[in-house]
Structures are given as structure tokens and as C-alpha cells.
């Protein structure tokens, strides 16, 4: 038996609540959040915290065990990990940790730029191949036909591309604190926007759920 999630459409696949699997998904980046805005606080009352260095490499010491703990709950949830979450906690950890141990800001920074062209890569490749892999990670959410989640995908594909061309933009042209601030008033409402956007498409090619 496989260790990674079953195909949107296969019959086998465990469902998981789609609100835990946002809070499972988001949770981790809301930890960062808060532990570069109150890193300072959290080194006092934390001492070893104090040992990693500055408030962003707090809020990236609580991001690697923050991702952690989530793809954990999830396998115990379902027995299976979840390939979009998975390939984003392997970046999160070696990028975050080589930027705490070097303390370089910049490791941490380039992590989402590599990430958005990880996902939008593997969507786009994964069409050649006849995978529309964009299912795994939102049929909790909706329940596509496959061309629907072809077209979808490509969608994705692209604007995840573009995502990664504007966090190199905000990273290098502004501050840290911008660039953190940047992950919730930018990168966390952009998603969710585009995502209404396809609307239209997703109600063309909605199944009809069983019973």
C-alpha cells in the first residue's frame, strides 16, 4: 500500500474534513506568523528560542515543527500523506534549517519562490503525462469530472508560476517585515480569490455527488 493519498476520483480514497484539511494546511503559516510578530516575546519566556537568533528565524524554527506536527495529524487522520503539504514540508524543512544555521535570511525568503515553481512545475509536467494532480489536493473541495480537472490544473499550473515571480519581486525590493506581512494581506487572499475566479469552470464540470 502506497504512502501517498489515492487519486481524486479513486474509490479507496479516505476523505478527510475539508476544514481540518485547511487548518492543517494554513496552521503551520499562521505559527510563522506569529512567531516572527512576537519572536522577541517568545525568546523570553523561551529561552533556547533566544539561541536561534533574530524573530524571523523564531518564526522559522516554529514553521519547521508547526509542518511537522501537521503532515503527522494528517497521516494518523488517513494513513496516507498528502502530496501537495508533503512536497511544501520538504522545502520548508531544509530551507528553514539551512536558514537558521547559517542565519541568512535569504533561505528562508527563496523557499516560497521555490515551492510555487515545485507545485506549478509538477501540475504542468503532470498534465503531459496525463495527471491532473491538482484533484489531490482540492477534492475534498469539490468533486470535478477529469477534464475539469485537467483544465483546472493548467489554471493552477500557470498561476502558480506567477506567484513565484512575485514573491521574488516583494523579497528583494522590501523589507523583511513587508515580506512576512506580504504572506497574509497578499499570498494567503490571492488563492482564495483566484480560486472564486474559476467558478464558472468548476460548476461546468461539478459531478453529482453519490446518494
Known amino acids: 500500500m502506497g504512502v501517498f493519498e489515492r487519486g481524486p476520483n479513486d474509490p479507496g480514497r479516505k476523505p478527510i474534513n475539508p476544514f481540518l484539511k485547511l487548518a492543517l494546511e494554513l496552521g503551520p503559516l499562521g505559527v510563522f506568523f506569529i512567531g516572527n510578530a512576537y519572536g522577541e516575546k517568545l525568546a523570553r519566556l523561551i529561552p533556547p528560542l533566544g539561541a536561534l537568533g533574530g524573530r524571523l528565524f523564531v518564526g522559522t524554527a516554529l514553521f519547521i515543527v508547526a509542518t511537522i506536527l501537521a503532515l503527522a495529524v494528517s497521516f494518523a487522520l488517513t494513513r496516507r500523506l498528502p502530496i501537495m503539504p508533503f512536497v511544501s514540508g520538504i522545502v520548508v524543512i531544509v530551507f528553514g534549517s539551512m536558514s537558521i544555521w547559517f542565519q541568512n ?89 483566484f480560486t472564486f475566479s474559476q467558478l464558472p469552470l468548476i460548476q461546468r464540470h461539478t459531478q453529482p455527488e453519490e446518494g
Open 105 to 193: 535570511e535569504e533561505f528562508i525568503k527563496i523557499k516560497p519562490t521555490i515551492i510555487y515553481c515545485l507545485f506549478g512545475g509538477t501540475l504542468l509536467g503532470g498534465l503531459l503525462f496525463g495527471r491532473p494532480l491538482l484533484g489531490y489536493a482540492f477534492d475534498s473541495a469539490f468533486h470535478l469530472d477529469d477534464a475539469g480537472w485537467r483544465k483546472l490544473t493548467l489554471r493552477w499550473g500557470i498561476f502558480f508560476l506567477a506567484l513565484a515571480v512575485l514573491n521574488e519581486v516583494i523579497w528583494r525590493n522590501f523589507s523583511t517585515d513587508f515580506w512576512v506581512t506580504s504572506k497574509l494581506i497578499v499570498f494567503l487572499p490571492l488563492p482564495v480569490l
